[in-house]
């Protein structure tokens, strides 16, 4: 249902804009991603049409099949799931303009070596796993400095930030380290002043933890479920590195 959509997405930004201004921010510094995973283009034009503009995949191949029923409407899109070398090719051919899971040297060189062949630059943000569960990918928080240093030296790759997928817990204080933790990353890489490195983006937040996440300095905060409904699959789907 169209109001559905519409009502969910209200109460979504209403938790944004509380959550803002209880921690003295300005709302405007925090853009809502929604995160469509399985969800049809159909249901995706009607939070386009309500004035959202930023969307977030984790599949390429759900990139290709919408790619056509979407473009004609003005959005941004960004990739959000954990990235294949093999798929980097697919994925240059549908104006993406954000990698946010950029995770490991190995995909960043392969990645600038096809930016270079094509002639373009890709916005990335680094993705680190915080939790320090093996279920998650990123990279290690004590490897994160040492990997956009890096990929700073790839010059088609422009470094806006960082993202965290937290801790998956019912337990605030232990769920707000995580998110800490990314905040602390940031305030250490812009400290050093890298050329090619900006850090104004933390990636970090989703329907269940958004509030703790924006007390913690969060610009981007993705949410999928809590405006378009159940998903038909588990988490491990989206995360699966095969698929």
């Known amino acids: 249902m169209e109001e559905d959509i519409l009502i969910n997405l209200q109460e979504i930004l209403d938790r944004i804009e509380k959550a803002a201004i209880k ?3 300005d709302p405007g510094e925090i853009r809502l991603l929604l995160a469509t995973k399985t ?33 004609a409407i003005l959005h941004t899109n960004h990739f ?3 990235l294949q070398t093999n798929k980097i090719k697919d994925i240059l051919k549908y104006d993406i303009s954000c990698i946010q899971s950029l995770d ?14 094509e002639k373009k630059t890709m916005e990335v943000l680094i993705q680190v796993n915080t939790s320090n569960e093996e279920s998650k990918f990123g990279v290690s928080p004590d490897k994160a400095i040492a990997l956009v240093q890096e990929v700073a030296q790839l010059e088609t790759l422009k470094i806006k930030g960082l993202m965290t997928i ?13 998110f800490r933790l990314l905040k602390h990353l940031q305030e250490q890489i812009k400290a050093l002043q890298l050329p090619n490195v900006e850090m104004k983006e933390l990636s970090m937040g989703m329907s269940g933890d958004l509030e703790t996440a924006i007390e913690e300095g969060a610009t981007i905060v993705r949410v999928g479920t809590a405006i378009f409904g159940q998903r038909s699959y588990p988490d491990s789907y989206y995360w699966n590195e095969n698929s």
Request: with cysteine; net charge positive.
């Open 166 to 178: 937290g801790l998956f817990s019912a337990e605030t204080e232990k769920v707000r380290h995580c």
């Open 80 to 82: 959000i799931g954990h």
């Open 39 to 71: 969800v049809p283009a159909n249901r995706i034009k009607v939070a386009l049409t309500a004035g959202q503009t930023l969307i977030g995949e984790n599949k390429v191949q759900e990139i290709k099949e919408k790619y056509q029923d979407l473009k």
């Open 23 to 25: 921690s003295e921010r």
């Open 104 to 117: 490991r040297l190995d995909l960043a060189v392969k990645l600038h070596q096809r930016l270079l062949f």
